[in-house]
Structures are given as C-alpha cells and as structure tokens.
C-alpha cells in the first residue's frame, strides 16, 4: 500500500490536481461562487497534511479572497479509512484558512451526510470550526434539495453521487444509519470486507447481568478482525515519547492515554506483579473484568466486560504481542502485553499493561493506549469515554496494589 511518505510533495500535488477533489467553478441561486468538495476523491493515505495546506493555499485561498462565496460539499461514498485525515488535521487545516477567506464563506452545502458524519459534528465541530462557521453548516439529504440552492448546470455532480440518491429514496433507513449504505452481496463475506466492517461498526455486545463465559465466547466468535491498520499494531511495545512523536498517529485521529504508577520494590514484587498481569488481577474490579482464565498469549482473543449503567458491555480484543525481558547484570526485568481491539469494539486502538522492576529495584505497573471512536455511541459520548479510560487506569492500580500488598 502506497502511503504519503512513498512519493514527493510535487507528485502528491499533481494528484490532487488530477483527481479534482477541490474545484471552484459555478455560482449558488445568490450568485456566490462555489467551491466544490468531492471527499471521496480525497486520498488521505497517500497526501500528507502539509502537501494538502500548500495546495489550499496556493491553489485555492487565493481564489476565495475577494469574493463571497459557499462550498458544495459532497460527503457520498466517503469511507474513514479511506478518505479522512483525522481531527487533528482538520484542525490544522481549518487554522491555516485566511481569515478574509473565512469571512468571505456564507454556506456549506453538506450533501448525504451519514449518521457518523452528522453525530461527529454535532459533538465536535463547535470545537473545531470556530468563527461562526459551523452556524453556516447546512445538511442537504437529497440531490433535490441542493438544487433550490445551486442550479444544476452550475456544478458537474459524478454519475456515483446520483446513484446514492436513488438508492436513498428506495432505502430511506440508510440516512439514519440503520442500514448498510454498501451494496448488497450475497454469501458470506471475509472478516476485513468493507461490508462485515460496516454492519460491525454498528454491533454493541451486550448483557444485563454480568456475561457468562457462554456469553463471552459468542462476542468473541462474532467479532471479526482488527478494526485498526495493520501498521499500527504492537505500537504500544514502543516507549511513550515514541507514541507522542508518531504523527501517523495524531494525524490518524488518536489520542493516547498513559499511566504509570510505583507499586513497589524487589524482584519478589516483580514476580508477583507479573504472575498478577497474567491472571488479569489488573482487570478484577466489580465492573469489569476478563476471564481470568484467558492464556495471555499471542494471537489469543478476549472479551472485556464492562459494567456502564445498567447493562453490560462486552468488547473484543486479540493479543498482539507478550513480550519479557531480564538483565542479570543490573538486576532490571520488564514484562508486557498489548491488546488490539477488533471490529465489535466501540473503539479502535491498542492498550498495553506492564510491570518493571528498574534499574532503582523500584517496581511500577503502567498502562499505555492509543484509541479512537469505531462506533457510533463512542463518537457522541468520546469525552466520557476518555474519562472512564482514567477511572479504569486509577482503579487498575489500587487492584494491583491491593494484590500485591495481600500476599
């Protein structure tokens, strides 16, 4: 797979100028200028933020400065993966918009935006369009209702964009998100198809007692492979400065979360804390916990359950690594585990649990993650879930102290 860091800054320009994903050509019903959005045409993995900025502003700011105008922006077919830069990167592009050029936009015109698409500006785009730019926001559902707004013949609209529309008035549920904008297909698709990860993305394993092993195991057997690049898998065996400088990361859309805690001295302790990870001690707490009878070992998957309000949730993740290392010279060892969430999961990321005696013989647990929203109810409650992460972390810690301290 080609990425950005492959090929030069002037061949990743000369892509954008090829595949047209911005052009500014036609006037609204007001007589505004149009600038026209086609985000499916936008090929995130391969154009860096940097070479995206230098094309804006060199090719289209300078156009927009003079004039009032609005942008058409068609969300059809746009795929997470695929076709967006991250929060982090709409950021920076966003703050790179001269401040004429922001003051000259009067509308967005946000034609067939999805469930995910309008959830995720509802919670974050005050936060991320300031300036009173996201007051100009207008969803536009249906083809039809843009042309009370923008003549046809003012704008080309690609022939996949007017067969979205179609479907849409035979198969209304699909603006609501309650069924699958991806062509139908018939037998059963791999675990990485866009279809079984699209009708993942919306699954919330739950149970209104605590889940019984039964219950854990067909989690698990419906789940279906990681929901995050392949890349990215085992990054959490790197340091904490390595995650927060990894730019593929932020630029990705996560945010990593960290904790790291003395919980005592010697090798004994060392031991002991290691025999503890490996019995998922850290996880056994009256709202969540995890077989304690899960091998840790690579490639095993397991169900987190997790006690929120009034139901259980159960999220599927898979070991990615176990990793343990001694040095008889300095008397220092460390040993670790990261989980990688797979499709089922409210979230998509990595989190790694260790114990280290250092070279001080002081003995410290640590957690270290990296995550994102995968699902819909992560993508308007992400503040809370950032929160609970924390809560979990802080009583995490008190389980292995209190394991530790008893024995």
């Excluded at 559902?141 to 964009?161: A, G, K, N, Q, T």
């Excluded at 060892?333 to 089922?344: D, H, I, N, V």
């Amino acid at each position: 797979m080609i990425t950005a860091a492959q090929i030069s800054d002037s061949e990743q320009l000369a892509l954008l100028d090829k595949l047209h994903v911005f052009q500014i050509h036609g006037r609204d019903k007001r007589g505004r200028t149009i600038l026209r959005v086609i985000a499916k045409f936008f090929p995130a993995r391969i154009v860096s933020v940097e070479v995206l900025r230098k094309y804006l502003e060199e090719k289209i700011f300078p156009e927009l400065e003079n004039k009032p105008f609005a942008v058409v922006y068609v969300h059809t077919g746009v795929q997470r993966c695929e076709n967006f830069p991250g929060i982090s990167a709409l950021r920076s592009i966003y703050d790179a918009i001269p401040i004429n050029v922001k003051q000259n936009l009067e509308a967005v015109y946000f034609l067939h935006p999805g469930l995910q698409a309008r959830l995720f500006l509802a919670t974050f785009g005050r936060f991320l369009f300031t300036g009173g730019v996201y007051a100009k926001l207008r969803y536009v559902s249906r083809l039809d209702y843009l042309w009370e707004h923008v003549r046809r013949s003012e704008i080309d609209v690609p022939d996949f964009v007017y067969d979205h529309d179609e479907d849409l008035e035979h198969r209304p549920m699909m603006d609501y998100g309650l069924e699958s904008d991806h062509p139908r297909v018939y037998g059963a698709p791999t675990v990485d198809s866009s279809e079984s990860m699209y009708s993942m993305r919306y699954m919330v394993f739950l149970s209104w007692a605590p889940p019984t092993p039964k219950e854990q195991k067909a989690c698990i057997d419906r789940s279906g492979g990681f929901n995050y690049e392949a890349k990215f898998r085992g990054a959490t065996a790197k340091s904490l400065s390595s995650l927060q400088e990894d730019k593929g990361l932020s630029e990705n859309g996560f945010l990593c979360n960290h904790a790291r805690v003395l919980v005592g001295s010697g090798l004994e302790t060392y031991e002991k804390g290691k025999r503890a990870l490996q019995d998922w001690r850290h996880f056994g707490l009256n709202w969540a916990f995890v077989d304690p009878k899960t091998p840790v070992q690579n490639g095993v998957k397991f169900c987190v359950c997790v006690k929120e309000f009034l139901p259980w949730v159960m999220v599927p993740l898979q070991i990615v690594y176990v990793n343990e290392n001694k040095s008889s010279k300095q008397s220092m060892a460390s040993f670790r585990f990261g989980g990688g969430t797979l499709q089922g999961h409210l979230l998509a990321g990595e989190e790694r649990f260790s114990i280290e005696l250092d070279e001080n013989n002081q003995v410290w647990y640590e957690i270290l993650s990296f995550s994102k929203p995968a699902h819909v109810l992560s993508f308007v409650g992400y503040p809370y879930v950032m929160l609970r992460q924390r809560y979990f972390a802080h009583h995490s810690t008190n389980a292995i102290k209190k394991h530790l301290n008893a024995l």
